[in-house]
């Protein structure tokens, strides 16, 4: 990793700490943006195991709610993988009565029990990172303030295999945290995608009015997204 760092990058804190950089960070920025490579860019989707674990079926299909897996992800900065017992609720032999008994689907679910049967985890390649100098980025707070996983992890509903949607730049992290107007929802409605996707594209649609519903969800929730240096970088 240490050669993809200029030597400046060493005075990073230092510039972090200045706060109001913003012309130099954005010149820095520049200069990074062109200059590094994307390990974890749009489209990435890598391979998974067991052919991959398809969220179109068990969140779109069979309705699963995010929270049924993915457990902290309102509690905790981090959204936790689930353990292999998770799926093995439904995965374990003679659970799934019909499915079980067709050759082809025991076959591909065979790796959670081979997996669950020697206590190993299924080692999930990982398709969302940001890079390890971004100190802060806190799941439940966002969950929290209303936005809906659909807007940084698009239509997962509709992905037989997660592949990244959104750059997860520090420019995108800026432009909702200074316009958060086009992303609030109902917080209970936060993990329910489909209905994200319709309402927030509606709202667009009705411009100004729609938006105004945004606004109104941003002050009522007293909300104060960062755009200081150290929120992120501390
Ligand atoms: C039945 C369990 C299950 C449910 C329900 C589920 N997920 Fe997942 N999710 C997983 C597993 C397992 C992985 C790791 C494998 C992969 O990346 O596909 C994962 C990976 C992800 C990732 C990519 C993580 C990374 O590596 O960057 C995102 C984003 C995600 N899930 C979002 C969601 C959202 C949003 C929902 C609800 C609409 C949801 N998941 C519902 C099990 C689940
Ligand atoms: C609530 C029950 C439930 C849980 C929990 C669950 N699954 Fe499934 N899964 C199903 C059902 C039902 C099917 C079969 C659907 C069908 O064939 O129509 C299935 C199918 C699959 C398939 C086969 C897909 C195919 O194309 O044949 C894989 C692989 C799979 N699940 C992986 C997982 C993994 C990995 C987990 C844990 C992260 C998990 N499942 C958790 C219910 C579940
Ligand atoms: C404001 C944007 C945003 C929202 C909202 C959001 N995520 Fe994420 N998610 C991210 C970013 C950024 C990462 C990479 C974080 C990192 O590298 O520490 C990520 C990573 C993940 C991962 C991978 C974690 C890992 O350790 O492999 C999962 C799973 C995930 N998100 C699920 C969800 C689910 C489920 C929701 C909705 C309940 C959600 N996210 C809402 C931006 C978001
Ligand atoms: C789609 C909108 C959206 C995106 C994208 C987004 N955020 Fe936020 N973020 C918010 C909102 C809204 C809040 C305000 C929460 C509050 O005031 O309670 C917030 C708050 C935060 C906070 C403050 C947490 C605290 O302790 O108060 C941090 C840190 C943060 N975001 C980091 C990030 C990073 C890093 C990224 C990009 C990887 C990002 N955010 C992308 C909407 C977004
Ligand atoms: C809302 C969170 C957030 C805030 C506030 C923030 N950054 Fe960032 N910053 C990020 C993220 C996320 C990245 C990673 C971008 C990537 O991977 O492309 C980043 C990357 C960087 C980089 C590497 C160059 C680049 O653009 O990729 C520098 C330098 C930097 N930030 C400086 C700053 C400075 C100086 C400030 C204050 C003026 C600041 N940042 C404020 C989230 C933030």
Known sequence: MSVLFPKWFNAFPTIAA???AGALASVVGGFWYYATPKFFAVGYEPTQPGGGFSHQLHAGKLGMDC?????????SPEANIPPVSTCMGCHA?????????????????????????????????RVHKVPDYVRNFPHNIHIEAGVSCYSCHGQITQMPVVHQVEPLSMAWCLDCHRNTAPHLVERDRVTDLKWVEEHLKARVALGEQGLAQGRRFHDDRNLNPPETCAHCHY
């Open 93 to 125: 032999d003679g659970r799934l009565k019909l499915q079980t008994d067709r050759p082809t689907h025991k076959e591909r679910t065979q790796f959670i029990r081979d997996a669950y049967e020697v206590n190993a985890s299924v080692e999930w390649r």
């Open 67 to 75: 929270r049924y897996c993915h457990t902290h992800v309102e509690t």
């Open 18 to 20: 200045l706060g109001g």
